[in-house]
């Protein structure tokens, strides 16, 4: 199988602390995206990083890409109870139509 | 902007029936969207990607003539379940982008929670 693996599969801390998520993958990418999902919802796009990019940050979000290593990790700074969620990782195989592969994801929970 | 709304979110129906999932793209044309299927406490699988005006590329393992996807306009892409059965019971999410050949995210759907019984 191509599917990435995450870990940790499951997360928990308490509000105000830092969160990170790690995924690992197979095969070479064209960019690789990371995805929220709330329970029995749709996923939500957090952040997009280039294959040719090493780090990018989005408010609280922070990715990183090693390429040498099929690797990236997710990093949530100061977490919320509202950032409760999974957490996927998704690779784009550079096919053309960016098709998705997504990782095993991590459940997150954050406490009041 | 980029909203994909996924109808119906919950269905129910009897084992043998047919059910039809719809999903749009409220504010931009989708030249491609994408079929998943998610099976609770796990990851998404792509079942096929569905291009506008022709024929839906299915993944290794996917029946065609159970999933039956068609994508009419640059605004729709609809998932039909063929005479289900218990085992097709499972969560169906959508999500589209603007087509092929651009780095960009997808949008996805609310998904659709399918009980056969």
């Known amino acids: 199988s191509q599917q990435g693996e995450e870990d940790p599969q499951a997360l928990s801390i308490q509000e105000g602390e830092n969160a990170t998520m790690n995924c690992s993958y197979k095969?070479?990418?064209?960019?690789l995206q990371w995805y929220r999902q709330n329970s029995g919802r749709g996923l939500v796009h957090l952040i997009l990083?280039?294959?040719?990019?090493r780090e990018k940050h989005s408010g609280r979000l922070r990715v990183t890409l090693d390429t040498s290593k099929k690797s990236s990790s997710l990093l949530i700074t100061a977490s919320r109870a509202a950032d409760t969620a999974s957490y996927f990782c998704?690779?784009?195989?550079?096919?053309?139509?960016?098709?998705?592969?997504f990782g095993t994801g991590t459940r997150l929970l954050v406490s009041p | 902007g980029a909203v994909v709304s996924q109808h119906p979110s919950w269905v129910i129906c009897k084992s043998g029936t047919s059910v039809k999932i719809e999903c749009r793209s409220l504010?931009?044309?989708?030249?491609?969207m994408f079929w998943y299927r998610q099976f609770p406490k796990q990851s998404l699988m792509l079942m096929a990607t569905?291009?506008?005006?022709?024929?839906?590329?299915?993944e290794q393992g996917v029946e065609k003539d159970k999933f039956l996807i068609n994508h009419a306009s640059l605004t729709l892409s609809t998932l039909t379940v063929t005479s289900a059965h218990p085992e097709d019971s499972s969560f169906y999410i959508c999500?589209?982008?603007?087509?092929?050949?651009?780095?960009?995210?997808?949008?996805f759907g609310d998904g659709t929670r399918l009980s056969i019984l």
């Open positions: 999500s589209a982008n603007y087509g092929p050949y651009r780095v960009q995210p997808q949008h």
């Open positions: 095969t070479s990418i064209n960019n």
């Open positions: 990083i280039r294959s040719n990019e």
């Open positions: 998704a690779t784009d195989l550079n096919t053309g139509f960016q098709k998705l592969v």
């Open positions: 504010d931009f044309q989708a030249t491609t």
């Open positions: 569905s291009n506008e005006g022709s024929k839906a590329t299915y």
